[in-house]
């Protein structure tokens, strides 16, 4: 049985974040059930990160599974023998429309978003992995898309959940580090190959991989093991290069705590540009203006070995991956790819300092988060309110990447005002079957 919830108990169950960007009664949801009835789950991508995800959902009713790939997706299949197994989720969100309420996406980047926008168009609840989208057009049509059919939505970015990250977005917001315009954020990526040419042999598909249905909605190309299970994410075709792997981990942190929103601008340098595959290392800038009363703010992306300057650390040792928040009164270092933990530093300038009291719900876990929003809870931290715009600006950079030019950003439109290179890569062409 359905319960029903009056505006009055949603907003005092929604007063998570303080994000002025995350606008939770927006994303009320379709049907709603009880906590106590079971979710059907249909799982999207079902090996590597998508069986996880589908694991970390099984206290529901898994009943279909989609994945291009038997021998990728064979354990899951194994654990779940009542779930209707399929290969296109086409096919499967079509004959099962009547049947479930909810999906999980794990797939390659470059599925994510025709899988959700489908989902979210037969009013299934969505949980997608990070990064959210493989283009920035189809951040926006994906936030819209939530909005417009009142789903519960959840991208994989984790760390959104985890008590350390939201202690560190109060401390923050508190003002603890007084006016803050600068930021460094990085990771010890790509652990993949990146900066090569599109290999020339063709060796055979292996047995119990459809091809045709991995390349979905990107051009058709030749097999070769050089894209598949792991190192696609280096592929312009299918991934989003270290950036978008792990800017909506690395960044959601001072996003959040910073509200940094849209950006106006942003450049970029790198290691050879091919046309197929992301450099080898890259250096993004973007430029944040002024939101309310937190100044304009400037923005440093590092990937591929590159670092901060040590000086910034305060003697600090500098971790594989981080992000660096520079105020006038301090500074906050995260030391992980989520956000999950920090440290203030001077130490000796923060010694005995008092944090606020805790002001942020904390979470019972990330995917039990959207699991409460699909049966009638508030919503999901990590909505596409406010995933989607911080899915928006990890691809960005790319832009600024490929484009090998300074580009100055109207947000509202999604479009580069000086850069018709930049342009190009806002959105992308896709095979026939498989729009949005």
Known sequence: MSRKINRRDFLKSTTLAGASFWVAPRTIWGAMKSPNEKLNIAGIGAGGQGGSDIGSVSSENIVALCDVDDRRAGGTFKRFPKAKKYYDYRVMLEKEAKTIDAVTIGTPDHHHAPAAAMAIKLGKHVYCEKPLTHSVYEARVLTQLAAKHKVATQ??????????????????????????????????????????DRPTDT????????????????????????????????????????LGDMACHTLNLPYWGLKLGHPTGFDAESSELKPDSAPKWSIIRYDFPVRGNLPALKMTWYDGGKRPPEELFEGENVSGSGALIVGEKGKMYSPDDYGTSHTLLPKAKFEGYKAPDPWIPRSPGHHAEWIRACKGGPPAMSNFDYSGPLAEVVVLGNLAVRAAERVEWDAKNLKATNSPRANQYVRREYRQGWTL
Not at 171 to 193: C, F, Y
Not at 218 to 226: D, G
Request: glycine share 14%; net charge positive; hydrophobic share 40%.
């Open 155 to 196: 991208m994989g970015n984790q760390g959104t959940a985890s008590s350390g990250l939201r202690r560190g977005v109060e401390i923050l917001q508190s003002g603890a580090l007084g006016p803050v315009r600068e930021l460094h954020v990085w990771t010890n990526r790509p652990i993949w190959p990146q900066g090569i």
């Open 203 to 242: 060796p055979p598909v292996p047995k119990g991989l459809k091809w045709d249905l991995w390349l979905g909605p990107a051009a058709l190309r030749p097999y070769h093991p050089c894209y598949l299970p792991f190192n696609w994410r280096g592929w312009w075709d299918f991934g989003t290069g270290a």
